[in-house]
């Protein structure tokens, strides 16, 4: 089965504080992650994906093919950081398959 | 840079009646787009895959019957929601991969149509 998972619906950090959002996916294949955010009123857009190794933002993801994890990680939370965050996972044929997402709010 | 658009990006419309969402890839071509629907604090949740010059496919669950799907175009593609019920309502959207020589680089996603049927 193809699934992403987000364990937390919501989380809330200071700002300056490190932020790690979790996402575990199930895939029998050779998985392409990705996460994608959402700011308020915007369209959905890419954040990074794991076959750049990129920073992008501050923030990195690794891919932990045996724990089926691609965790989002930034080491100072920004305001501007708060936003809806997507894991996902594109499959054979291009498709994407999206995590329930997490809302980060950074309180300042 | 690539972008997606979708038109309208909203409609509101009487129950029965049928509603047309197009999404068009501006500067880029796209054989296939997706369209997902979103409901309020859920995540996207993908209907069906839209394959210019051939059937879309849709996920299960999804009926194929009330949203009709036509790739009428390398650039547009429209996803008819017919004889549109309250619960149709949704946020619906687009995306069209963007490739280079031929390998996927990036999904672009469009706007959003916000559709609400009374």
């Known amino acids: 089965a193809q699934r992403v998972t987000q364990p937390e619906k919501l989380l809330s950090v200071f700002k300056g504080a490190p932020v790690e959002l979790k996402c575990n996916y199930s895939y029998s294949g050779s998985p392409e992650l990705f996460w994608y955010v959402q700011y308020s009123r915007q369209r959905l857009q890419l954040l990074l994906r794991?076959?750049s190794r990129e920073s992008i933002k501050g923030f990195t993801a690794d891919l932990n093919k045996g724990e089926t994890s691609f965790h989002l990680k930034k080491p100072f939370a920004q305001e501007e950081d708060s936003a809806m965050y997507y894991c996902?996972?594109?499959?054979?044929?291009?498709?994407?398959?999206f995590g329930p997402g997490t809302s980060l709010s950074v309180i300042p | 840079g690539a972008v997606v658009s979708q038109h309208p990006s909203w409609v509101i419309c009487k129950s029965g009646t049928s509603v047309k969402i197009e999404c068009r890839s501006l500067?880029?071509?796209?054989?296939?787009m997706f369209w997902y629907r979103q409901f309020p604090k859920q995540s996207l949740m993908l209907m069906a895959t839209?394959?210019?010059?051939?059937?879309?496919?849709?996920e299960q669950g999804v009926e194929k019957d009330k949203f009709l799907i036509n790739h009428a175009s390398l650039t547009l593609s429209t996803l008819t929601v017919t004889s549109a019920h309250p619960e149709d309502s949704s946020f619906y959207i687009c995306?069209?991969?963007?490739?280079?020589?031929?390998?996927?680089?990036?999904?672009?996603f469009g706007p959003g149509t916000r559709l609400t049927v009374t």
């Open positions: 996902a996972l594109e499959t054979s044929y291009d498709k994407v398959i």
């Open positions: 500067d880029f071509q796209a054989t296939t």
């Open positions: 794991h076959i």
């Open positions: 839209s394959n210019e010059g051939s059937k879309a496919t849709y």
């Open positions: 995306s069209a991969p963007y490739r280079l020589a031929g390998v996927v680089n990036e999904q672009y």
